[in-house]
């Protein structure tokens, strides 16, 4: 009797994204404290999967628009490992905490070298995280190689940039918290697309009352391409550009510039760079 020789399908184990430990636990998108401290009121939309192809005539093409209405504050994501979790990214939330919580607040801290780029290095954390927020087709961005780095160094690539901005706008909706998190195509050979290729630059939008931050990645370092009048309201904490300023001196953002900043993040952030 000839013995069955087909071998049994190995089962999938979901291993860290940043070491390949296993197994994993789950890890708040938004940090647990803020739901404790602050308003754990209201729901947003989160924009997930939100990405563009430019055919060769100019005309953009949306290939695909998600948006789940639910509580931002309480996303998890069952990606990493306890020592990661319990160790180096609990780290950096305990270093940025207070730093956020004045941000939050609207309190005139200032912000030094060392307080941006912890402020910073949070930010690229989340946008990493949030990349893995939706668990229906997710399209990650940021290399592997971006995120080994990140978990063995903890340095600041210079393939991000990042930026932070006040808003005073008085609607409801910007008194929650919101969580935009968008994908794109920046690197064109050919104009001509057979099919689309794979994304190549993520842009994420976090909005905590007076709060707001933006984290921007690109394969070749790209600048962030927001019209001035809005992009001139943000300061880019990484790579630096101020040694110290004030938070409460930079320009506020009015509710239609945040609205703008939402709805036309995507659009006014996409380009061509090859020719």
């Known amino acids: ?138 399209k990650i961005v940021i290399s592997k190689e971006e995120r080994l780095n990140f978990f063995q160094t903890n340095e600041l690539s210079p393939n991000f940039k990042v930026y932070i901005g006040r808003s005073l706008a008085e609607q409801d909706i910007w008194k929650t918290t919101l969580f935009t998190h968008f994908t794109g195509y920046l690197n064109f050979q050919n104009f001509i697309l057979f099919s689309p290729p794979k994304p190549n630059a993520q842009w994420s939008l976090f909005v905590k009352n007076t709060f707001v931050m933006i984290v921007f990645w690109s394969e070749k370092q790209l600048d962030l391409n927001l019209p001035p009048p809005v992009i001139n309201k943000f300061v880019q904490i990484h790579p630096l550009t101020n040694i110290s300023f004030s938070y409460d001196s930079i320009l506020a953002l009015s509710g239609v510039e945040m609205n703008y900043v939402r709805e036309n993040l995507n659009k006014h952030s996409f380009a061509v760079v090859d020719k």
């Open 1 to 138: 009797m000839s013995k069955n020789r087909n071998p049994k399908k190995k089962q999938y184990i979901p291993a860290c994204i940043f070491c390949k430990s296993t197994p994993v636990t789950e890890e708040h998108l938004w940090p647990h404290w803020i739901e404790k401290e602050f308003s754990k009121e209201g729901e947003d939309k989160h924009v997930v999967n939100n990405y563009q192809t430019l055919s060769h005539d100019g005309s953009r093409t949306q290939h695909s628009y998600r948006v789940l209405n639910r509580n931002i504050i309480r996303i998890v994501v069952k990606k990493f490992c306890a020592p990661c979790n319990n160790g180096w990214m609990s780290r950096i939330e305990t270093e940025s905490k207070e730093i956020i919580k004045s941000l939050i607040l609207d309190k005139p801290i200032l912000l030094e070298g060392d307080e941006q780029s912890k402020l910073a290095r949070w930010g690229i954390l989340k946008s990493i995280i949030g990349e893995y927020a939706d668990s229906k087709d997710v």
